[in-house]
């Protein structure tokens, strides 16, 4: 075994009142603080979407983290997809689409 760690990459969907309470912000310094890779966005349709990349178990943290959001947030539902496609090395803020 050469030690490497299998990773893995989930896109989500978040909604709920998560656009004007800090969520975005929050997610990039909690993924950040996680060493995960990915991105996050406003979603013109009031939802925040998100790719998560790193091992299983600190992208599971990542997405219940989600669930509760930054103190403002009021997560309603997350959708989840696995996504193939992983993401460039850090984690940052897209632009809304």
């Known amino acids: 075994m050469n030690g490497h760690v299998p990773r893995t990459t989930i896109r989500v969907v978040i909604s709920g009142r998560v ?11 909690e993924a950040s603080a996680a060493g995960l890779d990915g ?15 790193g091992s299983s178990d600190s992208v599971d ?3 219940e ?7 403002a947030a009021r997560v309603t539902a997350i959708e989840r997809f696995d996504d193939t496609d992983p993401p460039p090395i850090g984690f940052r803020q897209r632009p809304t689409v």
């Open 19 to 29: 656009q004007g309470v800090w969520y975005r912000g929050w997610a990039v310094s």
């Open 39 to 53: 991105w996050v966005r406003n979603r013109s349709d009031g939802t925040v979407e998100a790719v998560f990349s």
């Open 61 to 63: 943290a990542m997405i």
């Open 65 to 71: 983290a989600c669930r509760a959001g930054p103190p």
